[in-house]
């Protein structure tokens, strides 16, 4: 069992983490055109909160994540819910086969825990549809002490000039960032701050 299986049943009773989600969404809504013929991919969808605050501007959404207990809590909550335009695929992106395309492609939280960003970032980029866009939200670069524990945790946040000339890299036109929350916590009696930025790009 994966740590984040084990978080999955209790991952959405954090406040801290429905706040980011809503937080991410609302800029995706600002700098997005979403419509009702777009297909969706949430990266690292977890339980969903992204998806499922994004899922009634866009026509249908699917969830992929590599953790069968997230992606277990996504699907409860599309039943609960009577949510039908949704789906969720238990799968590695970095490595297992995904035959469809999208129109955008959002993530929240999700790219630290992957090791080649610039790989990562070419799949995104096959796996859209022309004109398609890309927002990915994520922490600004940090100091490693955001996680409570650093295990999984591939980067300590990303440099936000460094992370667009990747975006440009790969194909990406466009690209700007903005930041989208500001998670406040308390470390050894101070509060800190850390920028939560969301970067938007278009094929
Ligand atoms: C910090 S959680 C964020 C979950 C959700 N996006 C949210 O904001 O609540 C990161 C998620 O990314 C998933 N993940 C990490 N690497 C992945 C990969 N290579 N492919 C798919 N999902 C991945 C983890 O299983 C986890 O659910």
Known sequence: MSKFDMAALTWDE???RVEIAKNVAQAIKKHVPLNK???LLDFGCGTGLLTFFLIDSVKEAVGVDTSQGMCEVFLKKANENNINNVKVLNIDLTKDKLEEKFDVIVSSMALHHVKDTESILRRFYELLNENGYIAIADLV???GTFHDDNEGVEHFGFDLD???TLFEKVGFKDVNYDIAHIV???KDGKEREYPIFLMV???
């Open 201 to 203: 790009g278009k094929k």
């Open 37 to 39: 013929s777009m297909r």
């Open 141 to 143: 670069k940090e100091d």
């Open 184 to 186: 406040r916590k308390e």
């Open 14 to 16: 954090k406040p801290r």
């Open 162 to 164: 460094n992370l667009k």
